[in-house]
């Protein structure tokens, strides 16, 4: 069961991904958690506060399901690589899609708090070491799997964005994989 604290940082993450940056008030998290007013700026005095705990909530979750994709697949083989990023990529944008676009709002933000730039880079860090570790056990150097990497970076945004939205990454994605392998 969450915390107030953890009920307060998944309201964030709503209002930020379904409503952008602008949309993110103390306020308004108190309404989509359903807690009273004063809730949120109880634990986050301050809109920065409340900024870099989400930060710290999306990191936590990521290393949630990142560890249970890393269970998922098991033995490292490039065909489960593949699985694996094709699932990973069509969950953040459909399933996952409030939380990934929470995500994108906080990088906007972190150009202006640097509190927030550094949480934002210690998540992007671990994701990018996860999927080092996951490149190197079937083969792939570390700056290729950082090409795959950035890849799925722009993937994301243009499903997102609809233009490649209900086309299945898989054919691209292994296409990727086996041009990077040596």
């Known amino acids: 069961m969450a915390t107030k604290r953890e009920q307060v940082l998944d309201a964030a993450i709503e209002v930020l991904g379904t409503g952008g940056s602008r949309a993110l008030t103390h306020r308004a998290v108190d309404r989509a ?18 900024l870099c705990g989400v930060a710290e909530r999306l990191e936590q979750r990521d290393h949630t399901d990142l ?12 065909e489960h690589l593949i699985a694996a990023l094709t699932l990973f990529l069509t969950h953040a944008t459909t399933t996952d899609r409030v939380r990934t676009q929470a995500r994108l709002a906080l ?15 210690r998540g992007h860090h671990r994701l990018r070491t996860w999927a ?20 799925l970076d722009g993937a994301v945004i ?25």
């Open 107 to 121: 990088l906007g933000e972190s150009q202006a708090v640097p509190a927030l730039h550094e949480s934002v880079r």
């Open 67 to 78: 560890t249970a994709l890393n269970r998922l697949f098991g033995p490292a083989t490039v």
């Open 132 to 151: 080092i570790d996951m490149g190197a056990s079937v083969g792939l150097t570390a700056t290729a799997t950082g090409i795959l990497v950035d890849y």
């Open 158 to 182: 243009h499903r997102l964005t609809g233009a490649e939205a209900g086309k299945d990454p898989r054919a691209a994605l292994e296409q990727l994989v086996h041009a990077l392998l040596p």
């Open 33 to 50: 958690a359903d807690l009273p007013p004063g809730s949120a700026s109880n634990y986050y005095r301050t809109r920065e506060a409340l």
